[in-house]
């Protein structure tokens, strides 16, 4: 089945690690590093995004909701609705911290931060 945007509801998990974003200006933000799943609704959590850093070194992370990632065939990547300064203001993580909790402080923050409606409530 599609989506209101023609995508298919399904999609590997390897398919979309790697992937790039973008932001709605066209600005490459980073790409997708991982995908964090809460076990308990059956839902995705958010998307791990890595941008900054060089080698790995000073990388971090920023968890953005999934459902404000769309993806454009023609870019061969994913858009999030978000400018240059909102996601440079945007809380950050080091790789440790986005499970700490079971992932939901970071999830939490990042919903309120962007101002997502969460998936949970």
Known sequence: MATATGHTEAIQASRV???E???TEGEHI???EDVMLDKTTNNIMFAVIGF???LGIGEKFHAIPWSSLDYEPARGGYVVPFTKDQLKAAPAHD???LTGGDGTKVRDASYSYYK???YWV
């Open 52 to 54: 900054g850093g060089f």
């Open 17 to 19: 690690i790697g992937t």
């Open 30 to 32: 980073g790409s997708i």
């Open 95 to 97: 790789i440790n911290e």
């Open 21 to 23: 974003v973008y932001n």
């Open 116 to 118: 997502v409606p969460p």
